[in-house]
């Protein structure tokens, strides 16, 4: 394990002009503009209880500290964990927890949370009566408890928590649940050995095994042992009287009470283990036990699970299995009748759903079959439930009505596009029935829906609550989001009656919860944070509309400092930032994204920062990649497309007036930054490029990326020309690389950046390389925070400004 103080220093490389130095650097800061908003307190994650009478409030934790961040960490099958908690390394924490009474709107900080400790996770009962909080302290992961009527939080058990893939509860009763603890006796971590036993040797036997390039994999027989040692959990019931053990010890993947409680559907990793992809394609067995841990029908083994690379791939095994939310204990699952390669076994179903009822002796029972990959159910009873199939071939989904295991034929209610925003009505609205789980709601002749939307429109995002009638489809809009605020409904509470939860902002004011009531149309505000930002006010914020060269209609948020006036200020240096996305149409690329009245929430990767510096930012400009036609791919002409994008951005931000075309930058995270390296390659409309963490040699990746779904021996020339390390002798401006040391993304290794650096600078380019101390693929630390700000700042003051 490498030492803190060997690497509390930003590794930075950097070539200007013909002099090239290397060099460790003390950590920098930005701005104080920039440090003021990047270090600002957040508003707390609210949670309402179901009943609606109580809300927890989770204090955000400010960034990590490098030297959290630098504590022991094992990288196994595709998961990273800290062995001395038990638990994932890198998963979200909170500070604090507060409960509200919404009525009274009291807020009461929850107390007996030990000094230093963080909550990991918290959770309301089912009755909203009590919480259940995961608290990590110093030597592992323990599980706290506190009412609603005396908020004081105490330890449940000594017992610590196995947190490796990253938590679980399930009740099964109002004051007891399930959960996975570390298991006792369990000893010492293996030990290394001094001198392997052997070479390590994988082999390939003919059969065709094609992965995507992952991360943090198994390595070694130790590497295997580790993740036995760690990942090993002991199934527990746990309440108020104590812990109840069930089964023995395994390496769950996951858990499911029946609707009744009675029995527990599970996935079990089993070994052989894979050197070749993360854990979930494991061999796996599913099966079925007792509430006392006996087992009762074991349901499906399977090998390591790689799929066939192609659209709508799936396992050629029994999968998906689950529980009908509607019967005590019937459980039902997908089989691919085309053995999961559409490519290969053309059949005029893909998938048939089967179900099977308690005690699973019977002959299981056809619910229904699928032209296309099965996707989901939601139940209702037996007389009505909605299916959804897909295909990624295509990019559609249809949603139709099912009479379950009848031979009445479906009725077709949803058939769109996946990317077509405009003409999706919605998600149905579910309730709880008599076992707490969650079903279809419908009006009492089953002949409505309640559906609930982003309200996508050519006008922007504008959430609604509609009727969809099953008889002939029409979809009546009852209650909408109106300017100029931006309102998403985040729960319905009493579908007969119409009320809602929802969360409200505007331009100038942050998301706030409301409760809402349509029938009285009276509406109650029951949080009340503040803008966090006082530095931003005055700032101007616009969504602007505009076309590319083909006619493609695009959008992009633009950001003005306070007080400019173009007709004295002039054009202001320019900052785009972007991510490049697949269309299969054009219309669908054309469609509005997002709202113009939403609150401008800052994170510490986002480019609205630079518009305190005297930059004008475009912000989500859109770059679509469309095909061209039915039997092209999107990226059959990706750089053609690209520029396209951005000679569209920066001729309406000039004939705006308010940006200068000649002092243009470019940035992006991950595909974002493969996109700035591939703009700054062939095109010369930037004086710079801020590329984060992204890949830049797509034979690095060669079974797929992104949507991408074919592999570099069908199209060499794609991958090729999609590359910007193939053009590495050919950039325009300044490119500052920036990569997190440890990146744990499928495909942006670090080695990307690395080897773009190195090519670059081999031929002359301008370019500075920063390596980010133990992040990942997304940023932690403060330090690196600050750091990576300034280094940004620095660039776009010095080549753009």
Known sequence: MKMLSLFATVLLSCLFCTNLTAQESVFQRPPKVIEDIVL???????????????????????????RKLAEPELKLAGMRINPNTFGASRQAEYTGVSLMHIATQKVTPVSGIPAGAVVKHAEFSPKDTEVILFVEENDGNYLYRFTTEEPVARRLSDRKVNMTSGGEIEWIDDHTFLTLLVPVGIGQ?????????????QESTGKSAPARTYQDLLKNPYDEDLFDYYFTTQLAAINTDGVREIGRPAIYGRLSASPDKSLLLYTTIQRPYSYQVPMYYFPQRTAVMDMDGKEVKELVSTPVNILPMGYDTASPYPRAHAWRADKPATLYWAEAQDGGDPRKNKVEYMDIVYQSAYPFDAPKQEVTRTVKRFAYILWNDDSFALMTEYTRADNRMKTWQIKPGSKEEAKLLIDLSMDDRYNNPGSPVTVKNEFGEQIVYTNKNKTELLMTSTGASPEGDMPFISQFSLK????????????????????????????????????????????RDL??????????????YPGMEGVSKEKIFYKRADGVDLTATVYLPAGYDKAKDGPLPVLMWAYPREFRSAADAAQVRGSQYTFTNINYGSPVFWVLRGYCVMENVEMPIVSTSEDAEPNDNFVEQLTMNAEAAIKVISEMGVGDANRVAVGGHSYGAFMTANLLSHTKLFKAGIARSGAYNRTLTPFGFQAETRTYWEAPEVYYTMSPFSYANRLNGAILLIHGEMDNNSGTFPVQSERYFQALKGHGATTKYVVLPYESHGYAAEENILHMLYETDAWLEKYVK
């Not at 971590?189 to 040797?201: D, M, N, Q, T």
Request: hydrophobic letters at 30%; zero cysteines.
């Open 472 to 515: 002939d489809k029409s979809n009546k809009i009852i209650w909408r989001s109106q300017a100029p605020y931006y309102e998403t409904i985040m729960r319905v509470t009493d579908p007969a009656r119409l009320q809602l939860i929802t969360s409200r902002q505007s331009v100038t004011e942050p998301a706030n919860l409301f409760i």
């Open 40 to 66: 600002a307190k957040q508003s707390p994650t609210t949670r309402v209880s179901e009943n609606n009478q109580w809300a927890i409030q989770l204090e955000r934790s400010y960034y990590r500290s490098l």
């Open 519 to 532: 029938k009285r149309k009276k509406a109650t505000q029951i949080t009340h944070f503040g803008n966090p």
């Open 189 to 201: 971590p293996p030990a290394e050995p001094v001198v392997p036993s052997g070479p390590v040797i």
